[in-house]
Every structure is written in structure tokens, then in C-alpha cells.
């Protein structure tokens, strides 16, 4: 089962390189000067480093707080990369493409730090390193599958019961889990991801009534009265129409 592809897919993410104290991301290197830690700051504006050891600086940009990988992050995260030579490789091609300043090195930046942003969060999941939110319930086998199939299938008529099912758990199990592990409710939690991608669907310019009908809710009306209690404004007064 694939817990961050849906997440990564429907989140614009860049990656500049930028001076230090402009940088929300820092590589640093060990005394021989290979890369050991990878420092990212979630919430924050610039990182507070010396020069000295740092092999790149970069600003990290993911559709800030409507990104629940994002809003899941502590506000520092530290990757070490002791024992992780296929990141450690990663982090010095990006380096190199930093210090070469080389025509389409910035591309080239941008789409390794998409792949170190990958390393960053599953490195969480795997040391259950979260605080209280989604990628929490992401790292808890059972809660996981019901939270994928939230993503993947944002438009089914869930119920609790149906997915406490898919995770294997009794309803009141899975409720109290879900609960203490993600923050919110399961409903409450399909029903912030379902306004999360209407939103970006909004954006693009889909039309209202598609989008209402694509996220299960029963009219249009009713789809305008939770995209305004979530976000302030209506649908179409968000795209300008």
C-alpha cells in the first residue's frame, strides 16, 4: 500500500536554492565533508546555521497550511543520514547542481528535492516521529489503510463503519483511534480532504456543480455552504467569477 503517492501527487512542491538566511531546508556535512544531516524547518522562516559545513540552503515551498503532510510535520525536522547511503548520494547531487550554477540546474534541484522531500517523510513514518495529525495516522498499519482509501476514493459514500472495516478494527476501536492519533474524527478528517481538493478543482476552474457532485455532496447548495464555512467565501467568488 502507497501512503504518500495521492498526498505528493495533488501538492505543488519547489525547491530553490537560496542563501542561508533565507532557507527553510539545510544540508549539513560531517568533519570529511560528506553529507550527515539534513535539517528542515516546517513553519519558520530562515534557519539558523553557520556557513561552515553547510553543503546547501534551500526554500522549500508545498502549498503551506492547506498541506496536511505539512501541517502533520513537527515544527523542526532533523533527517539523519547515518546509514542512509542512497539519500546521502541525493543530497550531494544536489549540492554539486548547487555549487555548479549550470544552465537547468535548477530543475534539476527542484525535482532532487522532491525526491529527498519523499526521504523526509517516510524517514517519519518509519520512526513514528510525528506529532499528533495525519502522517501519524499514515504510520499506524491499521489506520493507514482507511486513511488511503480517504485519499484515493475522496468521492465514496463513507461511513464509519466501512472504514473501520477496511482497517480492520471495531467501530468504537477504530473511532477512539483514529481520534487520538490524527487530531479530528474520521468524518471530520473526509471532510477537510474532500474541501482540500475541491478547492484546488475550484482553482482550476471546474465547474460547481461537478465538483460538488465529484466530492458526494448532495447539491451544489449544499457543497457553497461547506466550502464557505471552510474557506470564507463561496466557490465562484474564490475563482472570481
Known amino acids: 500500500m ?56 534551500a526554500v522549500v515551498d508545498w502549498s503551506g497550511a492547506s498541506n496536511p503532510l505539512l501541517a502533520s ?34 530543475s534539476v534541484v527542484n525535482r532532487l528535492g522532491e525526491a529527498l522531500m519523499v526521504r523526509v517523510l517516510r524517514d517519519q513514518i518509519e520512526r ?14 491499521r489506520l493507514s489503510r482507511a486513511i488511503v482509501s480517504m485519499h484515493d476514493h ?9 472504514l473501520a472495516t477496511v482497517a480492520g478494527l471495531s467501530l468504537s476501536r477504530f473511532s477512539e483511534l483514529f481520534a487520538k492519533t490524527v487530531g479530528e474524527t474520521p468524518m471530520g478528517y473526509l471532510r477537510r480532504w474532500r474541501l482540500i481538493l475541491a478547492r484546488q478543482d475550484v482553482l482550476r476552474g471546474d465547474r460547481i456543480e461537478r465538483v460538488a457532485h465529484r466530492y458526494a455532496y448532495a447539491s451544489p447548495e449544499s457543497f457553497t455552504r461547506a466550502f464557505r464555512q471552510r474557506y470564507g467565501a463561496s466557490p465562484s467568488r ?4
Open 2 to 57: 502507497d501512503r504518500l503517492t495521492t498526498l505528493i501527487e495533488r501538492f505543488h512542491l519547489t525547491v530553490r536554492i537560496v542563501p542561508v538566511n533565507e532557507a527553510n531546508m539545510i544540508a549539513f556535512a560531517d568533519a570529511t565533508g560528506q553529507p550527515s544531516t539534513v535539517v528542515f524547518h516546517t513553519r519558520t522562516g530562515g534557519v539558523v546555521a553557520p556557513e561552515q559545513g553547510v553543503l546547501f540552503a
Open 238 to 241: 474564490l475563482r472570481g467569477d
Open 73 to 106: 510535520l513537527p515544527e523542526v525536522v532533523e533527517l539523519d543520514l547515518t546509514g542512509k547511503d542512497d539519500t546521502r548520494v541525493l543530497v550531494s547531487l544536489m549540492h554539486q547542481e548547487a555549487a555548479a550554477n549550470r544552465c537547468g540546474g535548477q
Open 154 to 162: 475522496p468521492g465514496r459514500l463513507w461511513t464509519n463503519a466501512d
Open 128 to 141: 513514528g516521529a510525528t506529532e499528533i495529525g495525519l502522517l501519524a495516522g499514515l504510520a499506524d498499519a
